[in-house]
């Protein structure tokens, strides 16, 4: 492994840095940004397996978190957005959405869709206490799941 790598995991480990990055970045990542939070994770376990559940709830917690403002970000949004037609596509979808309702974000741990899918919710005005409850569910099972392949606790091939 090159050496910067090194050096990089060594600082995310730090104990007065290691969980804040993973919150930070967790958060960050949750957000509409292209940003993925499961190296961090990753490293921070590699490095302190002893961090393991502390680091997947710290996770958990900062990707939810970032979740709610996508949420109320797409709750402020609504009133601009009806101002546009929308196409029969998008209709179809946000129609999906809403009979889904808040159990839909229980699928905001998924890559490109899983962010702008809380931003939705908000925008349709799904109530906000469970999609946070099943947004964490979603987030919770997604960091457990990669971090424990990831380490070699569970093998799925």
């Not at 009806?82 to 229980?106: E, F």
Request: charged residues 10%; hydrophobic residues 55%.
């Amino acid at each position: 492994m090159p050496s910067w790598i090194d050096q990089l995991l060594t600082l995310l480990a730090l104990p007065q840095f290691g969980l804040s990055t993973v919150f930070v970045v967790s958060f960050i990542s949750a957000t509409l940004l292209p940003l993925g939070s499961e190296p961090v994770v990753f490293g921070l376990v590699q490095l302190n397996p002893e961090l393991f559940w502390p680091a997947i709830l710290v996770a958990t917690a900062g990707n939810t978190l970032g979740g709610a403002v996508d949420w109320w970000m797409g709750y402020a949004a609504h009133r601009v957005a009806d101002k546009y037609n929308h196409s029969r596509h998008h209709v179809r979808v946000l129609d999906w959405l809403q009979k889904l309702g808040p159990k839909a974000c229980l699928l905001a741990w998924l890559p490109a869709v899983g962010d702008p899918l809380c931003a939705v919710a908000g925008w349709l005005k799904l109530p906000f206490w469970p999609c946070l409850l099943y947004m964490a569910l979603g987030k919770f099972l997604r960091y457990l799941t990669m971090t424990a392949a990831l380490t070699g606790l569970v093998r799925f091939w």
